[in-house]
Antibody, heavy 121, light 107 residues
Framework: QVQLEQSGAEMKMPGSSVKVSCKAS????????IYWMRQAPGQGLEWMGW????????YYAQKFQGRITLTRDTSISTVYMELNNLRYDDTAIYYC??????????????WGQGTLVTVSS | DIQMTQSPTSLSASVGDRVTITCRAS??????LAWYQRKPGKAPKLLIY???TLQSGVPSRFSGGGSGTEFTLTISGLQPEDFATYYC?????????FGGGTKVEIK
């Protein structure tokens, strides 16, 4: 079955970077976009950006422009989300999710299990 | 950004009840609307997309309606496994945005 497996929890210092991986299985990575969202404690779900996995093209939410980089390694069916210059309010659970329907953008399913990133000094 | 407002924020219902959740968009999004279910400690699961299309494998007791700026998710005959938090999400304009969620609890 289609699954996305994310890397484990991270604890980072303010100003540092984090790189979260998302490994796809059960389908061909390059057939679908991958989206990234996050949810901070007590906050709503927030979309961060997507990567077009066949070309590597990306689109980021303006809020994260300059701090986020999405990449992929098709040889191991894995997508990466790197967030730089971490702040305390970047503490959140980060999710990757697959484009749900081929040819139709902006709906996500399935989702990875989530990766907790804690920014703390 | 398009704001998505869900109501109610929570509700109590019994097994077998019919439940309706509303989602309003701050601007026209045509039918670019999805509904997700989220259980504690789990990732969201897509239930409905394009406002009314049931995702594969989702029980038919879930249905979606609406277009433009006002949308509904209806659960006809609430089951024990349906107690969860439900979110709407617009897919019309970047940034994609989500509603704040509606928690469906057992009465």
């Amino acid at each position: 079955q289609v699954q996305l497996e994310q890397s484990g929890a991270e604890m980072k210092m303010p100003g540092s970077s984090v790189k979260v991986s998302c490994k796809a299985s059960g389908y061909t990575l390059t057939d679908y976009y991958i989206y990234w969202m996050r949810q901070a404690p007590g906050q709503g779900l927030e979309w961060m950006g997507w990567i077009k996995t066949n070309s590597g093209g990306t689109y980021y939410a303006q809020k994260f422009q300059g701090r986020i980089t999405l990449t992929r390694d098709t040889s191991i069916s894995t997508v990466y989300m790197e967030l730089n210059n971490l702040r305390y309010d970047d503490t959140a659970i980060y999710y990757c999710a697959r484009q749900a329907i081929s040819g139709t953008p902006n709906y996500c399913d399935p989702w990875g299990q989530g990766t907790l990133v804690t920014v703390s000094s | 950004d398009i704001q998505m407002t869900q109501s109610p924020t929570s509700l109590s219902a019994s097994v077998g009840d019919r439940v309706t959740i509303t989602c309003r968009a701050s601007r026209l999004i045509n039918n670019w609307l999805a509904w997700y279910q989220r259980k504690p400690g789990k990732a969201p699961k897509l239930l409905i997309y394009a406002a009314s299309t049931l995702q594969s494998g989702v029980p038919s007791r879930f249905s979606g309606g609406g277009s433009g700026t006002e949308f509904t998710l209806t659960i006809s005959g609430l089951q024990p496994e349906d107690f969860a938090t439900y979110y709407c999400q617009q897919g019309h304009t970047y940034p994609l945005t989500f509603g704040g969620g509606t928690k469906v609890e057992i009465k």
